[in-house]
């Protein structure tokens, strides 16, 4: 048979080209082919519609709505969530096939849930029938992926533009360029001799470009703070919120409330545009609703109560949490680096995952970036301990590979590259196929390489990039070693748990398609 696909995740990453390459090894082995349009944050390209017709049935691995979903109207079509298609590509081809043979059987039959039309942009993963605990944290999933592309960008240029500046200027080259540059400078008379980078930019001079690098990356670094509140309000009230979330998150920012503003925010005006929205009005003043009631309401009312009421405590708390976490060294540095590590391993990419990176890259933020400190500590253990789950399982595929099935064995080389990256995901497939045994392996040797890097006292200014960042990490044989012992510690636990008992249980196909459960 002949099949389409489309996977999508919320940060439009990892799990959306995983799923489909899922997706497509399963189809070849059981001897169909798939064509998969990958909707990631980059764009994609879309299947043509000709492919589209001749598919027999549509699969759906997504995690957000479908983009252009009219485009699959009438063909029959399975939905999954994307971690689904990593876990079990197989099952889903042949649910396919069955829902194709269904659909050749009885053509004049409707298929169940038949797609509407659905115009492509923005999206988010809301579940409106999910419990109130649920859609808060799906709230908050999707003001951080659209955060995330922001944080890569801005920290890795301002990374950059520090290492540049200590080839450049030396030992203080880094305190140079965040105090000596800017992108306005000072009115003439300039007593302190601010060079502006727009008017006065030096081709020849390394410490420009630094500075070029640096004040490009803080710009996009402003954004975090806004963006994390604007698609909070977002996914809470759709377009109607994006307004007084970005401008409430900006006010955030600029009065100090940091991350925790912003996300208080995001709920006030995403809640204050839902309920605007929702208001019955004449027929004469509802072309004016969204353009102007809407967002002058919702901007104003969210402005005023963080500047009037929530303002100051809140940045009361955020600093007192910076203050804390600058203040923490020794054992209770240690403890924070092995909390932060566990979460990490715990779901792989998921909501606790997020949390700490979300933590980590927030932290850098707002960090002291000449002087460096303790959030930059947290950035190197959390990458750190995000690379470990992949990288463990990568080398217990390759020295007990018996203990794998073949598919794992695949995945476990494609896992070298993808911890080496800080794709933590690319552990996913081991922990969906054995859980109980995976995902305490992963959690513990992630936990002692957080530790160990906030022992070493490794710092890092880029929040993503895995090996290929290593010149931004002070001191990086440690932090490499750690990341070695973590490694290490995964694998022989995960060899030990699979070794000391029976394989997991798993599901396999008969050529018939029915399902036989099978304990290896």
């Not at 959306?16 to 082995?29: D, I, P, V």
């Not at 072309?287 to 967002?295: A, E, S």
Request: hydrophobic share 50%; aromatic share 8%.
């Amino acid at each position: 048979m002949r099949f389409v696909g489309v996977t999508s995740c919320p940060t439009g990453i990892a799990h959306t080209y995983m799923a489909a390459e899922g997706l497509e090894q399963a189809a070849k082995a059981a001897g169909h082919t798939i064509e998969v349009e990958t909707q990631g944050s980059a764009g994609f390209d879309a299947l043509s519609p000709e492919t589209i017709a001749a598919a027999d049935a549509v699969i759906f691995a997504v995690g957000v709505p479908v983009r252009d979903r009219g485009r699959f109207s009438g063909k029959p079509t399975i939905e999954a969530d994307v971690k689904k298609a990593i876990s079990d590509g197989p099952g889903l081809i042949a649910q396919a096939v069955a829902a194709a043979e269904q659909q050749e059987a009885n053509p004049t039959q409707a298929k169940s849930g038949s797609p509407a039309p659905a115009a492509g942009g923005l999206s988010t993963k809301v579940d409106q029938q999910a419990s109130v605990g649920n859609r808060i944290r799906q709230w908050l999933m999707t003001g951080v992926s659209y955060m995330i592309p922001f944080v890569a960008a801005g920290g890795i240029m301002i990374a950059i533009g520090f290492m540049l500046a200590q080839v450049a200027g030396g030992k203080t080259g880094a305190i140079v360029v965040t105090k000596l540059y800017s992108l306005t400078g000072p009115p003439v008379p300039n007593p302190t001799h601010i060079v502006n980078i727009v008017t006065n930019f030096n081709p020849g001079d390394g410490m420009h470009w630094a500075a070029l690098f640096f004040l490009i990356g803080g710009a996009a670094f402003g954004f975090l703070v806004p963006i994390l509140s604007g698609f909070i309000a977002f996914a809470i009230a759709d377009r109607p919120g994006l307004a007084p979330g970005i401008v409430g998150g900006f006010i955030a920012f600029t009065i100090g409330a940091g991350f925790l503003g912003g996300i208080a925010t995001g709920f006030i005006g995403g809640f204050i545009a839902l309920w605007i929205s929702r208001w019955k009005v004449p027929k004469g003043i509802r072309g004016i609703m969204p353009v102007v009631v809407i967002p002058l309401v919702s901007v104003f009312i969210t402005g005023a109560v963080l500047i009037l009421i929530l303002g100051r405590p809140l940045k009361a708390l955020s600093d007192g949490l910076a203050s804390w976490l600058n203040s923490l060294t020794g054992s209770n540095l240690i403890l924070l680096g092995v909390i932060l590590g566990l979460m990490m391993a715990f779901d792989m990419g998921g909501p606790v995952n997020k949390v700490a990176y979300t933590f980590a890259t927030t932290g850098l933020a707002t960090a002291a970036v000449a002087t460096g400190g303790t959030s930059l500590k947290i950035m190197a253990a959390v990458m750190a301990a995000g690379m470990t789950p992949p990288l463990g399982l990568a080398l217990a595929t390759t020295i007990r590979h018996h203990l794998f099935s073949e598919a794992e064995r695949e995945n476990g080389q494609a896992a070298w590259l993808l911890g080496a990256s800080f794709i933590t995901e690319g552990a996913i497939p081991f922990a969906a196929a054995d859980p109980l045994r995976v995902i305490p392996s992963c959690m513990l040797g992630s936990g002692v390489t957080g530790g160990l890097v906030m022992l070493f006292g490794s710092t890092l200014r880029a929040p993503h990039g895995g090996i290929w960042v290593t010149p931004l990490i002070s001191n990086p044989l440690l932090y490499l070693l750690a990341i070695a012992i973590g490694t290490v510690i995964t694998a022989a636990a995960v060899i030990s748990l699979k070794a000391a008992g029976p394989g997991p249980v798993k599901t396999e196909l008969d050529a018939g398609g029915l399902a036989e459960v099978v304990v290896s």
